[in-house]
Each structure stands twice: as C-alpha cells, then as structure tokens.
C-alpha cells in the first residue's frame, strides 16, 4: 500500500489535501489548519479526559422534529434508573434554542451550582441526574437567539464543566436536524472511547422517515454509529374496546424498507399512549405508577429499548428482535373497509342494493329489479287502465282544436 492511501495526520501539511483524505467527513477541518493548532487539540483531549469516568455515551437523535425524541430520551433515562437502582445514569440537554428536559423532568425551578470541580448537575433521583441549557435562562419562555459559535462554546462547556461523577451511562438529547449542535458534539467527542453511537427516534409516516433518512447520512458521513431506530407513537389501543389502531398511517416505503435499505435495526416501538404524554407534561413518569405492571404495552416497550440497547453495546447483538408486522397491518385494514352493500363471493347481503350494474340493483334473491319496476309501468301503460285512457283522449282532444284554430287565423290572413 502507497503512503499516498495512509492519512497523513493533523499536524501534516497534507492534512485535508492528501488522495488518502478524498471521501473524509473531517478534510474540510483538516484542511483549515485548526487541528494542527496545539490548543484544539489539547481541548479534545481535555473533553476527552473529563468523560472518561462515564462508561458509556449515547446521543439520541432525530431529523424530524415533533417526533417525540424528548419524551423518549427523558422516559428512557427514568426507566433505566427506576429498573437498575445499582446504575448510575445522566441526561444531558443540548438543544439550546429548545431545552425541554427540565419539563420532562420536573425540575424547570431547579438551580445549578458552581465548585472547584464544576458545574453540579440537578438530581432528579439519586442515581438519576440532569444537565440542561435550560436552567440557564431566566425562564424557559425566554426564546434563545444565539448563533453557532455561542451555540459551541455552550456545549463544549457542559461537556468539561459539569461534574458528573461516576456514571454508567450518559444519554444526550439533541434537536432536530444535522446542524450546528450536531457537528460540534460529534467533533468534540469523535475520540473520547466511550461514545457508543446513537439512536434515532422517527414515527411511522413517510413525511417522518424522509428527514431520518438525512441524519442517517449526517451519522455515516462523521462515522457516527446508529445502534438503532425507535418508532415511536407506532399504534394506539383503545382503553375501552382494546382495538389496536394505527394513527400514522405506514406505507410500504416507510420503517421496514428504510431498516432494509441502510442495514439499520429497529430497537423497540413505543405505542402512542396518553398517559405518557400527560406526565411528561407534569414532571413525572409511568414508571411510578403502581397501577402499571410490566404487562402494560408501554412498559413493556421501554423494556425492549433499553434491553435492546444494552445488549447492542454490551454484546453487539439484539435482545429481542422486532419482527415486521407494518404492511401486513395496514393490508388487513384495508380488507377491514370493504365497501357497505359489496357482495362476497359464497355470500349475498340481504336487503342492500350494489350498484355498477346497469345502473340497477338487485335483491336478497339475486334477480334484477328491473323486472319488478317494469312489471307495474306495463300495467298501467300497456294493459292500459281507465284513468290513463282517458288522460291520453284528453290531450288528443286539445291537440285537434289547437289545429283547427291555427287553420281559422291563416284563413283570416290570407282574406285581409
């Protein structure tokens, strides 16, 4: 193999402008020159030495937004914390312009605190602690206008300042896009041992999938692996009848030919339920809930994810495959909504007329009823009855005096 096929390095004057560097996500930095700064590189390797007490870093991504990437990433870390009190888990809240996780997770009056070891996160749980841009405004109504290196120098920030401890896993939710937060988390961590990849969370409709598939080519272009893909708000169970409905409707272009596509699993679906909507509005999670056991589908759901999850980064193997079931859903559906008054085959329907035949109908017996309508309209017409009869005398009558008036006036004329 040629020199010319090895990368040169960042401190190179090749760097960027090598053969080797055609196809890097990173030969534009290269090129520019700002890795071979010393500075630049002792910060990754400062950010690079202050996570290194977290075993294991997952970003949660979307390109959509609306999604539901937050309640996910907020419910996901409740869950692993409540079900594995002997783990040690962190949130952190980059989505500068929209930090929704002190919401989500009751703590938007909380303060953070300044140390000689950096910024203390806010505790929502013993074993469950929470880092946000959001508790560094004045009020989570107050709109954040900041511009992209403001937007790096912030999270650069949360990722060397803030004093986590020890953890086991650290999951980062970020907004929707493959924009400024996106490129500069990725940079900063692209040598930090512990970054695991990332999931990205999409719901069943095309229109959804369509900016998926945009953040699965931002992950491949940096290198970014994708453990997996969530799908949340996948159905809905009615709480009275228990008819499992789809609100978004799948196409055949959707989950199940993206997973094909890009070789990418699909790690759990989580069911579109109200009460997870209302507590994450409160502050709160399902999980607290007594009345729910692990036999409720949402539950169960999260169970799926987070074991999915583990066995991905611990294994490298799915826990519990999700098997295919969106176009045979949606097929049934369709079979379901049959058009009223259609006739099955081996089956008539009683008393209903179907149309597109002639323009008639026809009976519980099959016979067109054509022939019951023609059969009174001869009676009268042709077999003939009184009343029409005489009608018919009536109208001849009128006509033979018209004629004989209109022959009186042109006589009339033709004299004058």
Known sequence: ????????????????????????????????????????????????????????????????????????????????????????????????????????????????????????????????AVMSCGFLIPTLDEAVIWRGPKKNLIIKQFLVDVDWGELDYLFIDTPPGTSDEHISLVNYLKICENLRGCILVTTPQEIAQMDVRKQMDFCY??????????????????PNCQNLSYIFKRTKNTTQELLRELETPIIGRIPLDPLVGKVTDEGKTIFDDEDLNEENETVKAFQVVWKNVRGL??????????????????????????????????????????????????????????????????????????????????????????????DSERDEQKVL
């Open 1 to 128: 193999m040629s020199d010319e096929e090895h990368c040169p390095g960042v401190n190179s004057e090749q760097a960027g402008q090598s053969s080797a560097c055609d196809g890097c996500p990173n030969k534009g930095l290269c090129s520019s020159g700002e890795l071979r700064n010393e500075e630049a590189l002792l910060e990754l390797c400062e950010i690079s030495t202050k996570l290194s007490s977290i075993k294991n870093i997952v970003i949660i991504m979307s390109g959509k937004g609306g999604v539901g990437k937050s309640t996910i990433s907020s419910q996901l870390a409740r869950y692993v914390a409540k079900s594995n009190p002997d783990l040690n888990i962190g949130l952190l809240d980059v989505d500068i312009c929209g930090p929704s996780i002190p919401r989500a997770m009751g703590v938007m009056d909380a303060e953070i605190f300044n140390s000689a070891s950096g910024w203390s996160p806010v505790y929502v749980e013993d074993n469950l």
């Open 221 to 238: 272009r940096v290198k970014l692996r994708i453990l997996g893909i969530v799908e949340n708000m996948a159905s809905f169970k009615c």
């Open 313 to 406: 980064i611990e294994d490298g193997e799915l826990v519990e495959v999700i098997e295919e079931e969106l176009v045979e859903d949606e097929e049934e559906e369709v079979e379901d909504e049959e058009v009223e008054g259609e006739e099955v085959e081996g089956e008539e329907v009683e008393g209903e007329k179907v149309e597109g035949e002639k323009g008639e109908g026809k009976n519980v017996e099959g016979k067109e009823i054509e022939d019951e309508i023609k059969e009174p309209f001869e009676n009268d017409s042709v077999k003939g009855n009184g009343d029409s009869e005489k009608r018919v005398d009536k109208e001849q009558t009128m006509d033979d005096q018209d004629s004989e008036r209109f």
